[in-house]
């Protein structure tokens, strides 16, 4: 856990960076820090490992006051990633994601097996990287190495400024999906500043928002997209704020619309029975509950077997994905509902009403975990 309290930092010339900024990292959490440029974001980073010193204030990190540190020492319990990466250019890439390890005297056999381990975690196959230069690779292979390097030693702590900010969009967004994955895996404790409210509704347990050295807002962002609390977050967050919602709006299975379902052995007739004035068509199972398709009203009549004449549901989308995406299959197939898979088994539809009773919700269940 770090935490700051009462930080202000003033450059010489009078110039306040940070005001009187309290405030908690959970450890585990990834955390955003998100504003305007000059706002304060990346100078509270630099004070978190001492590269800056705050003018007044105290900075704790697991309840030990930072000052008490030797900066050099505690520079090397905290992962740092940078922009522009920062990388050795003389070095392979097995000696700069070393770099820290053999700092703290680890013998070749460990450095060896942690580098190996580390390449393979950010997804660069050691084998083919480790003996290249920085040089030989892309920008994003770069920033992978990056990344592998400040988790070299292991540290709990991890320290990102606008790593992905020098990117294209495609690149970016490949990167920001790997490290959610290795996030999954390693749960450190993350900073990472950003001036991209999208990059960090997507990646943050919780978001900063900060405002010429002030926190404006501090939750998480399904809590701010729901209730931002002043005009800049508003400003900040865009006129898509809605649409924002979505991305962060898990599907509940206990709101699903569940319409009838028939089996593919199951005769046209007993489709027929099932259809009334709500639904105009039904899902069709298999025998383990796979949905295989669906049948609407016109396609029931006459004589058969309900598989013979099922069409292949285009719109599915996985239990574990959020609103935004399911939304964008609907868009993407033209469909009036989306079919839920948990697994293979079919457990609902969402349909446009489902959407909007869903973001409906979300106020009132942020009101009531507050409570």
Partial sequence: ????????????????????????????????????????????????????????????????????????????????????????????????????????????????????????????????????????????????????RALGADPPVLLMDEPFGAIDRIARERLQNEFLRIQREVRKTVIFVTHDIDEAIKLGDRIAVMNAGRLEQYDTPAAILAKPATDLVIDLLGPDRGLKRLSVTPIDLNALDRPPVVHAEDSLADARRLLDSRWDRVIVLDRN????????????????????????LEALIGADRTLYDAFSQMLIHQA?????????????????????AAIQRVPAELEGARR
């Fill in 336 to 356: 009036s509902w989306v079919a839920v898979l948990d697994g293979d088994r079919f457990r609902g539809v969402l349909t446009p009403e489902s959407f909007v």
């Fill in 1 to 148: 856990m770090i935490r700051l309290e009462r930080v202000t930092k003033r450059f010489p010339g009078g110039q306040v960076a940070v005001r009187e900024l309290t405030i908690e990292f959970d450890t585990g959490q990834l955390t955003m820090l998100v504003g305007p440029s000059g706002c304060g974001k990346t100078t509270t980073l630099k004070m978190i490992n001492r590269l800056i010193e705050p003018s007044e204030g105290r900075i704790f990190h697991d309840e030990q006051d930072v000052t008490h540190i030797d900066p050099v020492v505690l520079r090397l319990r905290m992962g740092y990633v940078i922009q522009n990466v920062g990388l050795f250019p003389h070095m392979s890439i097995a000696d700069n994601v070393a770099t820290v390890p053999r700092l703290l005297g680890w013998d070749k056999q460990r450095i060896r097996r942690r580098v190996n381990d580390l390449l393979e975690l950010v997804g660069l196959d050691p084998k083919q990287f480790a003996h290249r230069y920085p040089h030989q690779l892309s920008g994003g292979q770069r920033q992978r190495v990056g990344v592998a």
């Fill in 289 to 312: 509950d796979k949905p295989v398709g669906e049948l609407d009203r016109d396609a029931t009549a006459g004589d058969g077997r309900v598989g013979d004449r099922a069409r292949p």
